[in-house]
Every structure is written in C-alpha cells, then in structure tokens.
C-alpha cells in the first residue's frame, strides 16, 4: 500500500488539472452542457486516489516504538522520545538549480551554497485529511453545479476553473517547499478571482473579484516577505531534509553534524533535535507575524476580512467551495504546518489567537443583522475560521488539532449550508434577501430539512459535528492558564451564543412564517433537481456523523498527530493530553447553542415575534444596529485611510506622468524633426547640387590626406 | 629621376588632367549626355592612372581593373541611354534640371529663369550705364539680354 503513495500523490492534483484542460479545450464547440463531465470524473478519481492515500499513510504508520519511516532522515533523532510522526517525500524533479548562489558566514568560515526549488511531493497526516477534505467537497460541489449553473452562458467555463481551483488546492497542501505554497497559494487567490468574477458583465461581481485579489495581496505580500526572512534565517526553504551535494554545506543551523543533509524546515533531523534547533526571539516572531498576515489575507481574519463577504457575489457553488470550505483554510493548514516555527515566539502564539477570537466575535456580531442570506453565512465563515485560528493560537498539541477539526467538520455543514443557501436562490430565481422570502418549508421539503441539520451542526447542537470540534477549541483554550486566555475563552463561549442565533434566524426567516415567494420567481417555485439535492443529502449525512465517529474513535487527533510539525509538539513539551471528553465544557456549549436556538425561536418562530421588533427599536436606539449592520464600518474606514489617499496618489502621479514626464518626452521627440528641418533643404532633387557635394567633400578629403590629418580619414 | 617614374608621372599627370576635365564638364553642364560623357572621362582618367600604376609596380591586377571599369562603363552606357531617352521621350528636353522629382516633399522646385529672347532688330543690348557719380538705379523688371548664358 505504501510504495502506492508517490502514484497516488501524482494523480491527485493531474487528475482534475487533465479534466479542466480537457474541458477548457473541448467545452466551448464540442462538449458544450455535457462540460460537466471530464470535471466530475477527475475529481472523482481524484478523490478516490485520496482516500486511498489517507489508507496508506495510516498504514504506513509507525507503530508506538521509534520507527522512522522518512526517507532521508538518519538516526540522529535515536536519543529523544516519542513518535517522530510519518511523513513520505517524493521528489519529482529540481527546477532552477543555481549553483552557488549564495555566500553564507559562519564565524569566519565563507562558503558558497545551491540555490534550487524541489518540485516535492509529501504524504503526511495533515496532508492526507486536507486533500481528502478537499476532494470530496470538491466532488459533491462539482455534482451539484451541474444543476445550479445549467444554462449558463459560461458553463463550459466554470467547470474548468473549478478543475483547475482543485489542482491548484491539491498542489497546496501536498508541496513540500515553501516556494511551491507560494505558488499554488498564488493560484487559488487567481481561481477564486476567476470565480467570484465570473459573472463579470456585473459590476459589482467584477469590483468584488478585484477587491478579494488586492486585499490578498496586502498578505500575499506579507507572506513573500515571511518566506525571505526564513530563507535569509535558515538557508533552505524544503519542509523536508535533502541531501546536500559534496563541499556545499556549511556548518549552521540548517546542517546535520556530518553535513551530508540540508536540514528542512520541518525535517525529520531538526524536529528531532527540538526547539534549540529553531531561532527564537524577535527573528522568530517577525516570521510568523509576516506568515499570518499571509494567512490572515487567505483566510480572511481581521483586518483584512473584508473580502470575503463580497465574494459572495461568485456562483453559489464558488462560495460553497472555495470561500467556504476549502480555499480559505489555507491559511489555517499554514499556520498548522508551521506549528515549530509559532511553537518558537510566544508572542506570535498569542497574537494568532486574539486575532482568531477578535474576528470570531466581530464577525458574529456583524452577521446578526445582516439580510442577505449568503453574506450572513459568509461572516459566519469568517467567524469559524477565526474558531480555527483561536484554537492554532493555543499552541498545544490539543488546540492544533482541535482547530484541524474544526476546519475538516467546517468544511462539511458550511458547504451544505451555502449549497443550501444556493437551492433557495435558485428556486427564488437568484434573490437571496431574507426579507423578500419564507415559509419555504412546503415549497423545498429536502432543502429544508438539510439546511435544517446544517444549522444544527453550525449552533453546535449536541453530538453533531461542530459541537464537538467547538468544545475541543473550547477546551483547549481553557487548559491555558492566564487572563488573555480566559477573555479569549469568553469572547469564544459568547460567540457561540451568537453562532447559534444569528444561524437560527436565517434558518426561520427562510423556511417558516407566512409564505412568501418574490416576483423573480416567477409561478413554479420549486424544489431543486436531483443532481443538487444529492450532495445536500450526502453533506447533511456527513455533517451529521463524522463528529461523533471521530470523538468515539479518538481517530482524527490520533491520525493528525502523526504529522510531523505536530508530533514535534507532544515530543519536546511534554504536554499531557487529556483523554476522554471534557464533560464541563460540553456542558456549557450545549446550553449555549440551545440558548441561542432558543431565542432565535423566540424571536422568529413561528413567525416574526414583536420581541424581534422592540430589541430591533431599541438597538437601533443605541446605535448598535447600524454599527451591526454596517459591519463596523470597515469598509468606510478603509476607504477612508487607504483608499482615498491611494486615489490621491494616484492623481497626482497620473499629473506628473502627463505634465512632466510626457512633456519632457515630447520635447525630446521634437528634436530630431527639428534638426531634420534644418538640413532637409539639401535635398532638392538636383543631380549637378549633389555632384558638387561629392566633389567637395572629395577635396576636402584629398586635403585632409595631403596635410596629414589622418585621424579624418 | 629614372625613365620608369618618368614615365608614370606623365601618365599621371594625363589621367589627372581627364579626370578634372570630366568633373568641370559634368559640374557645368546641364546637358543630360553631355554630363554623361563627362562622368565616362573621370572613368577614363582614373583607368589611365591605373594602368600607369599597373606599369610601374610590375603589377597586372591593376589593369585587370581597368577591364573590369571599361565592362561597368558598357553597361552603365546601355542603362543611362536608356534612361536619358525615356526622359527626353517624356519632356522633349535633355535639360537635368528639369528632373527634381526627388527631393524633399516640403522643398520648393528648382525653376528656371527664362533666356529672353534676341531683340528682333539683332543689336546686342549693353546694359544702360547711368551717370558717373550717382547711384545707379536697378532696374529689377528688365532682364537684359546676353547672347551666351
């Protein structure tokens, strides 16, 4: 099973890329509405490769004693304790090799070093769950646009931007090199760009792709910056341990004693030699402050949130998918691989933390009052992936893999909410402002009812999915002692009283109270076709279930810590993980989320209650409705503070560049018509003028050679 | 000076003086054949100090030159001929100022200023001389007659 890893590793990403090539060539004359099908295929083999994969990585597991199963890893990690984890590393080719590229100091010795980027695969635990995740999402997204985009004008087009957003996020969680993250990084912001503009004869759909690409930019570019300070720090940018070539290593923090392996970043050798192996200090914290700022631009946490409610302007199925459930944990995957580096600088830890807690509450608030349905589940995206980023920041080996959990039962009921989300628009012919719509309850009886479980799964409602997730972030942030970890612990506990409220609201609004139907819908509202309402079905199963088999098993914190990055953690901290359940905990959020239901029924149940009105009144009294309901502000701020300025910037070197720069290079232009002018009277035409020319210049050329100016001729 | 520099000086001095006589002729000549025959003279003189070249250093390549300039000479006859026929078919006039077409767009043509014409009685007109010790007046209308250009 194992030796199948590099085949399977391969075939995950080539698959669905073949499929979007496919497409993207045969779709516009020759497959036209049957585009759908190179797309569906591929990623279903995709996805079969990957949970095949998942197979083989666990049954390349390492029994309980030490044994090393990476490929270039010596004995060097012999005298510490614990699993070193499992990680395969297949290397497809180098792609540009410099050789000594750079001069590296050591104390007084100067060597030269290599430059080159593996083109490296990797099988670990962590990237075995993600690609999983993605795939099966990717799939079942996949099924279901083939009816919600039905009859669009780009179908052909749709398909092969998801075919390629889906190698792209293979690509992403399977390098093994920070450069090629870089890259795939690159090209699921280009997808999602592609996708949320698709629609582009809209303006606001072409003005909301935009605005996702700049505002990834910002942390893109923080990102590249993270990247060349951990180059300039440790001289290798490979997750995993290469193999040096002969007298090109110098003796440093990146070389094993014998200097025969570059030590990667995350590679066997280093992990095993602990935390003295990391820098520390403000190196340390300067790098995962520029890597979360690359992470907060993808994964949409304060302050560049900002983008991803307008993203929702993309199909449905975009927002289900990229915005939702795969692209922006990217972030969260990034931050959880470099787990060494976070675990070196305290205070990035913390800063990682209260920037999840802050977003999670602030998003929360904001999507109490929002009134467009997906803009709703979108903060409430931004939300949960602050719950990740809260449980990353804990730093232990529980809120690591507490905060994973929560991406992978994330990804199932947000997709199936947005999927959900994306039937009612389709049968309400594309409004999606809860005011104008309810009592769908008749109408979508399967829509319904897997909503229904969807928001069950987001209030966190007892035993299903994120009810446990949630209390593992819960968890783990209790265990951490401090008065910043207990104000992150209340804002997380109050957050989930909003999750739950804001989720039930939209739930009621949409599908009870008096039937009300807009005219854009035209007489036959109806419940969606069968290709859409499979993958709800399928989602809703699996949003139901996947919580309590894994809190029974106790198989995804397992599995998980196999990876190396995290299995470094319980190895050098000695942290005791908690067993079993965290009764007190489960306790309290199941109040919460009951609560929250609660009083989301009060207010909208059976139909819209008069309580609903007079807290509207008396909110909107103090000021704290608009300030809900215009998001904070952010946008204006921004506005404001960047935008503005920029604008003025921009006009006044649009001035410069037209009354300088031009002019100055219009003058030039003008001189050699100038000079022309003045010499074009030679040429008048008469053959006996020219002869006179020659002639002359032959005698002051015989001159020249008579009185010895040889430097003329 | 020994006979053979002797030598070479006068042919020298032969081919210089053909040669400056082709460059006057085809100067001040406006006579489309006539300046060809000139241009064929500067030929001719350069042809003779090759040959006396040739001579004096014991050389032959010299004078294999000198068939190859006569052969160009052939042929460059045949074409400018030719040429200078088509010109004179299409204006009647072997004048070379009269072809100016190719000079600058934006730059006057060449005109000519006409010969008046002999007066009928055929006296030669002398120019009017005024009296001694007052500015004499042009007279820009009148062009006077002369017999030779």
Known sequence: ??????????????????????????????????????????????????????????????????????????????????????????????????????????????????????????????????????????????????????????????????????????????????????????????????????????????????????????????????????WTTYGTLNFHDTLAADGSVVQGLSTAMDGSVVQGLFGAQRLAQGPAAYVGGGVATAICLLLMLGACGKSAQFPLHIWLPDAMEGPTPVSALIHAATMVTAGVYMVARCTPLFHASVDAQMTVAFIGGFTALMAGLVALTQTDLKRILAYSTVSQLGYMFLGLGAGTVLGITAGMFHLFTHAFFKALLFLGAGSVMHAMGGVIDIRRFGGLKRIMPVTHLTFFVGCLTLAGFPLLSGFFSKDLILAAIQEKQGGFYAALYMAAAFTALLTAFYTFRAFFCTFYGPELIPSEAGHHAHESPRSMTVPLIVLAVCSAIVGIYFEVTHGFADFLGQTPSIAYLSRHTHEHIHEGFHWQIMATSAVIALAGIGLAAAFYWPARHPIADGTHKAAEAVGLYQLSKRKFFFDEIYQMLFVWPLLGVAAASYWIDRNVIDRTVNLIGRAPPTIGAALRPLQNGLVPFYAVGMVLGLIVLLAAVLMGWGWMV | MNPELALLNNYLVVGAILFGIGVIGFLSRRNTIVMFLAAEMMLQGISVCFVAWSRYHNDLSGQMFVVFIITVAACEAAIALALILMLFRASGKLDIALWHHLRESNQPGFVDEEIPEPPADGKPAWPHLTRAGIEPKADPGATDYRSKV
Not at chain 1, 133 to 159: C, K, N, P
Request: charged letters at 15%.
């Open chain 1, 1 to 230: 099973m194992e030796s199948w890893i590099p085949t399977l590793l391969v075939l995950i990403p080539l698959l669905p890329l073949a499929g979007a090539a496919v497409t993207a060539a045969l779709g516009p004359r020759i497959l036209r509405s049957n585009s759908h099908w190179p797309i569906v295929v591929g990623i279903a083999g995709s996805f079969v490769a990957a949970a095949a994969l998942v197979f083989a990585v666990r049954g390349g597991l390492p029994a309980a004693e030490d044994h090393s199963a990476t490929q270039e890893a010596g004995d060097a990690h012999a005298h510490t304790e614990g699993a070193p984890g499992y990680e395969k590393v297949v290397t497809l080719w180098k792609w540009a090799v410099v050789d000594g590229a750079y001069q590296q100091k050591t104390g007084t010795k100067t060597a030269s070093r290599d430059f080159r980027i593996d083109i490296t695969l990797r099988a670990d635990p962590l990237t075995a769950i993600m690609l999983s995740m993605v795939t099966f999402v990717s799939l079942l997204v996949a099924i279901y646009s083939i009816g919600y985009m039905h009859e669009d004008r780009g179908y052909w087009r749709f398909f092969s931007y998801i075919g390629l957003f889906v190698f792209s996020m293979t690509m992403l969680v399977s390098v093994s090199n920070f450069v090629l993250l870089y890259v795939f990084w690159e090209a699921v912001g280009l997808c999602s760009y592609l996708l949320i503009g698709f629609w582009y004869e809209k303006p606001s759909a072409a003005a909301a792709g935009k605005k996702a690409f700049l505002v990834n930019r910002i942390g893109d570019f923080g990102f590249a910056l993270g990247l060349f300070l951990l």
